[in-house]
Each structure stands twice: as structure tokens, then as C-alpha cells.
């Protein structure tokens, strides 16, 4: 079993930068990748970027240079770096590790709200 909890959402300003948190628990052993999706009102789920457990990292054409993606292995926390937010960016942003053989789990979400 493997919990996440994302912190670290809210109001900010057209151009202004937020950090995301995901902390991982419990069999964090199995996790193969973790990655950042969110979903606008409205909208699907998107993927935003991916890190694997190798450190490669991979982003959408729509945050590429904005957004980076990192993380503390010593914490077992994965970030979210959002600079130059757009009001296009206004979503809910979840977490969600990958366990490998079909299994997956999801946070429990955060609100982003980009907006002057």
C-alpha cells in the first residue's frame, strides 16, 4: 500500500510561481514512477509530468520551460515547480504513483487557482 498527499495549492497571480508537494508512505519501495495530472472544471484528467525512479522526467508541450518536476528520495517527496503560471493553469492537480502490474494510487488532489 502506498499513500500520497499533495500540499502546497492556491491563489496566485497570472505570472506567479507555486510549489506542489506529493509525500509518499508506506511501500514506497514499489513505486515505478511518480507523476503530476490535473484536471480543469470541465475537463479530463491530464497528464502534466512524470518523473520515473530512474530520474528522467518528461513534461506536456503545454508546461514544458514553466514546470519542473523533482524530487527528494531522502524525503520520499516529489515536487511540482510552476513558474509563469497562466490562468490556464487553474486546475486541480493530483498526484499518482505508478506500482507496476496494473496497480496505481492517486492523492487526494489540490486546488490551483491562477487568477489576478
Known amino acids: 500500500q502506498v499513500q500520497l498527499v499533495e500540499s502546497g495549492g492556491g491563489l496566485v497571480q497570472p505570472g506567479g510561481s507555486l510549489r506542489l508537494s506529493c509525500a509518499a508512505s508506506?511501500?514506497?519501495?514499489?513505486?515505478?514512477?511518480t507523476a503530476w495530472y490535473r484536471q480543469a472544471p470541465g475537463k479530463g484528467r491530464e497528464l502534466v509530468a512524470i518523473?520515473?525512479?530512474?530520474?528522467?522526467?518528461n513534461y506536456a508541450d503545454s508546461v514544458k520551460g514553466r514546470f519542473t518536476i523533482s524530487r527528494d528520495v531522502a524525503k520520499s517527496t516529489v515536487y511540482l515547480q510552476m513558474n509563469s503560471l497562466k490562468p490556464e493553469d487553474t486546475a486541480v492537480y493530483y498526484c499518482?504513483?505508478?506500482?507496476?502490474?496494473?496497480?496505481?494510487?492517486w492523492g487526494q488532489g489540490t486546488l490551483v487557482t491562477v487568477s489576478s
Open positions: 499518482h504513483a505508478d506500482l507496476g502490474i496494473n496497480s496505481d494510487t
Open positions: 508506506g511501500s514506497i519501495f514499489s513505486i515505478l514512477a
Open positions: 518523473i520515473s525512479n530512474g530520474g528522467s522526467t
